[in-house]
T-cell receptor
Framework: DQQVKQNSPSLSVQEGRISILNCDYT??????FLWYKKYPAEGPTFLIS?????DKNEDGRFTVFLNKSAKHLSLHIVPSQPGDSAVYFC??????????????FGTGTRLTIIP | ETGVTQTPRHLVMGMTNKKSLKCEQH?????MYWYKQSAKKPLELMFV???????ENNSVPSRFSPECPNSSHLFLHLHTLQPEDSALYLC????????????FGPGTRLTVL
């Protein structure tokens, strides 16, 4: 049972346009959401996050939107640049039975920016 | 060295071999994690350590044995693995287990023949 879903395995966007990556979740206990970016042969790197008590967080070209009623979040990148080509993972956090914050990841979306 | 490092980056082993994966974090963090990423599957949390104490074991088979000798080093000892254990093994660290943001190493690509 996948609690965090990224239904689009890949996305291609023209350079300069907006990239929108989507993520859906099922567990209403998630209290924090994160986006990670991964280049080939590297580990995932943290990009941006949002608390469940907010609906928007912005950091430069990156904005994350959270719609709790729909259990949906999205990452907007504008304008998209060639260096944004990577795999993007959505992750959601909840306090586990052991007291630690536990991340549950989606399967990722491969974003390709076309010059 | 900065961040989180992992060695080796690639490993091929037979089912009867014993090998170890090593992770080192240079961030002064107190929590370390092992994840497994199989093809077309999401990252799966395997183990969590806080100040060298194991906090969580996510129903991982005993052929995977973690070791955390200090807060900067984490090992994953492997023995009698199966071909389905072939995957990318990622190590991560965070300031503490109550922090959401984790910092990942580049991973070890493991192939079990």
């Amino acid at each position: 049972d996948q609690q965090v879903k990224q239904n689009s395995p890949s996305l291609s966007v023209q350079e300069g346009r907006i990239s929108i990556l989507n993520c859906d979740y099922t567990n209403s206990m998630f209290d924090y959401f994160l986006w990670y970016k991964k280049y080939p042969a590297e580990g995932p790197t943290f990009l941006i996050s949002i608390s469940s008590i907010k609906d928007k967080n912005e950091d430069g070209r990156f904005t994350v939107f959270l719609n709790k009623s729909a259990k949906h979040l999205s990452l907007h990148i504008v304008p998209s640049q060639p260096g944004d080509s990577a795999v993007y993972f959505c992750a959601a956090s909840v306090i586990s039975n052991f007291g630690n914050e536990k991340l549950t990841f989606g399967t990722g979306t491969r974003l390709t920016i076309i010059p | 060295e900065t961040g989180v490092t992992q060695t080796p980056r690639h490993l091929v082993m037979g089912m009867t071999n014993k090998k170890s994966l090593k992770c080192e974090q240079h961030l002064g963090h107190n929590a370390m994690y092992w994840y497994k990423q199989s093809a077309k599957k999401p990252l799966e949390l395997m183990f969590v350590y806080s100040l060298e104490e194991r906090v969580e074991n996510n129903s991982v088979p005993s052929r995977f044995s973690p070791e955390c000798p200090n807060s900067s080093h984490l090992f994953l000892h492997l023995h009698t693995l199966q071909p389905e254990d072939s995957a990318l093994y990622l190590c991560a660290s965070s300031p503490g287990v109550s922090y959401n943001e984790q910092f990942f190493g580049p991973g070890t690509r493991l192939t079990v023949l």
